[in-house]
């Protein structure tokens, strides 16, 4: 679902929707998407034995460059950095550990 098919559902403009979007979440809802895409990809590096390609594709970048830099952009270190030096999940449910490992 774009921006349009959203302000459409919301009767606005795709302009005043991305405003609004911005004043409500501090974000731009572009960003904000980014920033759900590289969560899931943070719980799935420390969960899933998944190659960071295949972690790429499966959170929804097509592109793996876009994902590492857009990953290093908001958590800091890449992809292949973040799994490294982060330990094992601990068993926990799912809703709990990605709210854990959510970056700021």
Same mark, same amino acid.
């Given at each position: ?29 572009? %960003? &904000?998407?980014?920033? %759900? ?8 590096? %420390? ?9 790429? &594709? ?13 990953? !290093? ?8 950095? &973040? !799994? ?17 490992? !959510?970056?700021?």
């Amino acid at each position: 679902m774009d921006v349009a098919t959203l302000a459409r559902i919301a009767h606005v403009s795709p302009a005043h929707f991305t405003r609004t979007f911005q004043a409500v979440f501090g974000e731009t809802p572009h %960003r &904000y998407l980014q920033r %759900r895409r590289v969560e899931r990809a943070m719980f799935l590096l %420390r969960s899933s034995p998944e190659s960071v390609t295949d972690i790429c &594709y499966k959170v929804g970048f097509n592109s793996l460059g876009t994902f590492s830099r857009t990953f !290093r952009e908001i958590v800091g270190v890449s992809p292949r950095a &973040y !799994r490294r030096s982060s330990p094992p999940l601990p068993a926990a449910p799912n809703c709990f550990a990605m709210a854990w490992t !959510r970056p700021n």
